[in-house]
């Protein structure tokens, strides 16, 4: 139990005292624009992330109700929340390696984009 992780440039760094859900790859339109394809991401409850390093941590009201938290130097994509919410999404790759996590399913695969499939056997939801 707990994770920690940060951007590319180390000017977020987080660690997580709880546990992580499983992960989910959302195929998103959003997702992909912020990534730069989909977004791998495991929950946690917000209580439970504490930022050990913010000073280029900035938040994006990418739509009503929904904050995403990147990297303000790097770019890095590490945060999604849902306004208020008691949990708060990580982005996967942010998360420092070992992260004993597997990949749980997908969804959003009905905006998913036509130069990749998706063929790993995972359940599919065309919305979440």
Known sequence: MGASGGCLC????YRISGALSQPIACHCSQCARTSGSHA???ACRAAD???LS???LAWHQSSEGV???FCGRCGGNLFWQA???EEIYVTAGT?????????AEHIYVGSKS????IADGLPQKQEW
């Not at 036509?114 to 499939?117: E, M």
Request: zero cysteines.
């Open 10 to 13: 180390g000017g977020v760094r």
């Open 40 to 42: 791998v991401m495991s």
């Open 49 to 51: 992330l504490t930022l």
């Open 54 to 56: 913010d000073e280029t």
């Open 67 to 69: 904050r995403r938290g």
């Open 83 to 85: 306004e208020p919410g």
């Open 95 to 103: 998360l420092d390696a070992p992260t004993g996590l597997r990949l």
């Open 114 to 117: 036509d130069y990749y499939d």
